[in-house]
């Protein structure tokens, strides 16, 4: 029995390699929308293309991709790119 996950949003961390991307396409392919969250821009955003290509939604925002690098020693403040 195949779950939705139909007007639920995910937040990946991780979602740019590995166990967490392939997490991404998964809960994407079960109808959740998805933020991608991860270390690496350019595979963030091969990861939203991908979801994309496969009939998923990201969460269209400017949170749709989340650079979780840490900003200097800012008390854990985080960059976050569109």
């Known amino acids: 029995m195949a779950t939705s996950l139909a007007g ?4 990946v961390t991780g979602a ?5 991307r392939e997490v991404a396409l998964q809960l994407a392919e079960h109808g959740a929308d998805v933020v991608v969250h991860g270390r690496s821009a350019e595979r963030g955003a091969k990861t939203v293309r991908d979801i994309q290509n ?6 269209s925002s400017p949170l749709s ?3 979780g690098a840490v900003l ?8 976050i790119a569109a």
């Open 72 to 79: 200097h020693a800012t008390g854990g403040q985080r960059a």
């Open 65 to 67: 991709y989340v650079n």
């Open 8 to 11: 639920l949003t995910a937040l």
């Open 54 to 59: 496969a009939g998923g939604k990201h969460v």
């Open 16 to 20: 740019t390699s590995g166990i967490g």
